[in-house]
């Protein structure tokens, strides 16, 4: 698995060296280093990955909208909770 993060200008170096490899993912980490010899080599998966994703969605980019929680989450029931206990408990204590 590649630990390096790519920029885009690489990666899309690595596309056109598995294209001119005809699909063949050792080709083309072999054309990817004779044509690019001081950059860090990627995997033999690293290209399939590539063309897997532009095939499937068109896109390099990963889709984050919709996934995951809402950056806020509004719970009005534990809300009024909270300050409940706030006021029952906190404030008497400091005399308020």
Same mark, same amino acid.
């Not at 044509?35 to 290209?47: A, G, I």
């Not at 996934?67 to 009024?80: A, I, S």
């Given at each position: 698995?590649?630990?390096? &993060?790519?920029?885009?200008? &690489? #990666?899309?170096? !690595? ?7 005809? +699909? ?6 072999? #054309? ?8 860090? *080599?990627?995997? $033999?998966?690293?290209?399939?990955? #590539?063309?897997?994703? $532009?095939?499937?969605? +068109?896109? $390099? ?6 996934? +995951?929680?809402?950056?806020? $989450?509004? !719970? ?6 909270? *300050?409940?206990?706030? &006021? ?6 400091? +005399?308020?």
């Amino acid at each position: 698995m590649d630990r390096h &993060e790519y920029m885009w200008n &690489e #990666i899309a170096d !690595m596309h056109r060296a598995y294209g001119a490899a005809l +699909g063949n993912a050792t080709e083309a980490r072999r #054309i990817f280093h004779e044509r690019n010899p001081n950059r860090t *080599l990627p995997s $033999l998966q690293m290209s399939v990955n #590539i063309d897997q994703r $532009l095939c499937d969605s +068109g896109s $390099l980019s990963t889709n984050t909208r919709d996934t +995951g929680l809402p950056r806020q $989450l509004q !719970m009005p029931q534990f809300e009024e909770e909270v *300050l409940d206990v706030f &006021e029952e408990t906190l404030l008497p204590a400091h +005399g308020m």
